[in-house]
């Protein structure tokens, strides 16, 4: 490890993150299905040590291979937030490429699939400024592996689930920027 490198308190990281899934994701509701796994304990949150883009590699592969293998009641989800690689949002965002073809090489394609959080999330198609990139931020960069199974479960209850995107722009348009940073009045802002 280089002297360069910022010690990270993984406690602090916890904490951070869990206020972050408890206060914006569940608490705001941006993902109807994340309240469960959360609340019966089936979330690993996982946090990595990598300093470069081979190390998350190894790290994901890891995550991937443990998730495929976990039996759903004891782990259906899991949150791999990586604070000291990738904190460029566009390093991040061509990141996710190789996470598909970690995915792919592992045999699970159409098993698992790889969602993503960043600090400085950007949608193409929305102004920089617009509020609606709070959806997908985060305290740190999160690589969120899922079951494909999970997600066709909870696409079949929806009578449209482009509706969960509309409703969240809604949501945090209606909060604001200032709502935004009430959430986190004492904490660190995601």
Not at 32 to 45: G, I, K, Q
Not at 159 to 166: K, N
Request: with cysteine; hydrophobic share 45%.
């Amino acid at each position: 490890m280089s002297s360069a490198v910022i010690a990270i308190d993984e406690a602090t990281v916890q904490t951070q993150v869990r206020r972050w899934l408890d206060k914006a994701v569940i608490g705001l509701n941006l993902c109807p299905f994340a309240r469960a796994p959360h609340v019966n304990n089936r979330l690993r949150l996982r946090i990595s040590q990598a300093t470069d883009t081979d190390q998350l590699l190894a790290d994901l592969s890891q995550e991937l291979t443990y998730l495929a293998d976990a039996d759903p009641a004891v782990c259906q989800t899991t949150l791999l937030v990586h604070p000291r690689v990738l904190g460029d949002f566009l390093a991040f965002n061509d990141f996710q490429d190789q996470a598909d073809a970690a995915l792919c090489a592992l045999g699970l394609e159409g098993v698992l699939q790889v969602a993503s959080f960043h600090p400085d999330f950007l949608f193409a198609d929305e102004p920089a400024d617009d509020v609606s990139h709070c959806s997908n931020r985060s305290p740190y960069p999160i690589l969120h592996l899922l079951r494909e199974d999970d997600i066709s479960r909870a696409v079949d209850v929806l009578a449209d689930p482009d509706e969960i995107y509309r409703r969240n722009i809604a949501t945090l348009r209606r909060l604001g920027h200032d709502g935004w940073r009430a959430l986190w009045q004492d904490d660190a802002e995601p």
